[in-house]
């Protein structure tokens, strides 16, 4: 008589990894639940200390505020011009994140789904692109925008924003791109459908989740990003969020107002903290999507 699976005796889990596993699981969610609650306590003290008074903040930071200074918000956004900032922002992000999509899927579809003579060097050149730290192309950078006199271009800086995104996601779609059967674009090819038809038509849409991903991760790296934008900008009509907090903080730090640079924070970290809800689902499943089909 032959034993079926299900006949075969189990095989027992040593001791210690029944004891080191849920060990191991608790461990991690207590530094997790220790990282969450410092977080949120870090926003919820500077939120309180953004309604305060001057002499509230310097009489106890830890306190509750009297009466909510709705006063500081206002004067953090006239004072220091906080909507030009955010709407030099947006139009960076926008025009650098919508770019930066359709050149990497179109770059990343000819990479994974062609071979042609030369594609593989193309690739590890573009990938190298990850191995370049920021801080070594600055001066280069700045004597080149000096020297075609593109220092405060908003559009420059976009397309600055562009060429180091477009390492990162090329190097994402191009695993997406390799994921989707060729069946499917044989078919649409005995379908009548040409190149054109059968990126647009079939590729594209099926690589859209990576699309997402990466246009996520670019947004709030450029939303957030400070050093190319301190050099290459230096006019407060064209700063962007981050240069402008640092405006903030010179105008505000020197007037001794704490409590309006405290405000102006807040109005800096509002819109990345809505967009962080709206995609966090997207966000969080970018980063195991993304590297497993990468």
Same mark, same amino acid.
């Given at each position: 008589?032959?034993?079926?699976?299900? /006949?075969?005796?189990?095989?027992?889990?040593?001791?210690?990894?029944?004891?080191?596993?849920?060990?191991? %699981?608790?461990?991690? %969610?207590?530094?997790?639940?220790?990282?969450?609650?410092?977080?949120?306590?870090? !926003?919820?003290?500077?939120?309180?200390?953004?309604?305060?008074?001057?002499?509230?903040?310097?009489?106890?930071?830890?306190?509750?505020?009297?009466?909510?200074?709705?006063?500081?918000?206002?004067?953090?956004?006239?004072?220091?011009?906080? /909507?030009?900032?955010?709407?030099?922002?947006?139009?960076?992000?926008?025009?650098?994140?919508?770019?930066?999509?359709?050149?990497?899927?179109?770059?990343?579809?000819?990479?994974?789904?062609?071979?042609?003579?030369?594609?593989?060097?193309?690739?590890?050149?573009?990938?190298?692109?990850?191995?370049?730290?920021?801080? +070594?192309?600055?001066?280069?950078?700045?004597?080149?925008?000096?020297?075609?006199? +593109?220092?405060?271009?908003?559009?420059?800086?976009?397309?600055?924003?562009?060429?180091?995104?477009?390492?990162?996601?090329?190097?994402?779609?191009?695993?997406?791109?390799?994921?989707?059967?060729?069946?499917?674009?044989?078919?649409?090819?005995? /379908?009548?459908?040409?190149?054109?038809?059968?990126?647009?038509?079939?590729?594209?849409?099926?690589?859209?989740?990576?699309?997402?991903?990466?246009?996520?991760?670019?947004?709030?790296?450029?939303?957030?990003?400070?050093?190319?934008? !301190?050099?290459?900008?230096?006019?407060?009509?064209?700063?962007?969020?981050?240069?402008?907090? %640092?405006?903030?903080?010179?105008?505000?730090?020197?007037?001794? /107002?704490?409590?309006?640079?405290?405000?102006?924070?807040?109005?800096?970290?509002?819109?990345?903290?809505?967009?962080?809800?709206?995609?966090?689902?997207?966000?969080?499943?970018? +980063?195991?999507?993304?590297?497993?089909?990468?």
């Amino acid at each position: 008589m032959v034993a079926t699976p299900s /006949d075969a005796p189990a095989i027992p889990t040593p001791l210690r990894t029944r004891i080191g596993q849920p060990l191991a %699981y608790t461990l991690i %969610y207590l530094v997790l639940i220790l990282w969450s609650g410092l977080s949120l306590f870090c !926003l919820l003290w500077v939120l309180a200390n953004s309604f305060k008074t001057n002499q509230e903040l310097f009489a106890n930071a830890w306190a509750l505020p009297a009466n909510l200074q709705w006063a500081n918000y206002l004067k953090a956004w006239q004072k220091t011009h906080m /909507d030009r900032f955010l709407l030099n922002s947006v139009a960076v992000c926008v025009g650098a994140v919508t770019l930066t999509a359709a050149l990497a899927a179109m770059s990343s579809y000819v990479l994974a789904r062609f071979s042609f003579i030369g594609r593989r060097p193309i690739l590890v050149i573009l990938l190298a692109g990850l191995a370049i730290p920021m801080q +070594l192309i600055t001066i280069p950078l700045f004597l080149l925008f000096t020297q075609w006199g +593109l220092i405060n271009s908003l559009p420059a800086l976009t397309l600055v924003y562009v060429a180091i995104s477009l390492p990162f996601s090329i190097f994402v779609l191009t695993g997406f791109f390799r994921t989707v059967p060729r069946e499917l674009e044989e078919a649409a090819v005995l /379908d009548g459908a040409n190149e054109y038809q059968v990126f647009w038509q079939i590729m594209l849409p099926l690589v859209r989740p990576g699309l997402v991903t990466v246009s996520i991760f670019n947004f709030l790296n450029i939303w957030n990003e400070y050093l190319l934008a !301190l050099m290459l900008l230096n006019k407060p009509e064209n700063m962007t969020v981050p240069m402008g907090l %640092y405006f903030l903080r010179v105008t505000q730090g020197a007037a001794s /107002d704490w409590v309006s640079m405290i405000a102006g924070l807040v109005i800096v970290l509002t819109p990345t903290f809505i967009f962080f809800l709206i995609f966090q689902n997207r966000i969080a499943g970018g +980063l195991t999507v993304g590297a497993l089909k990468g």
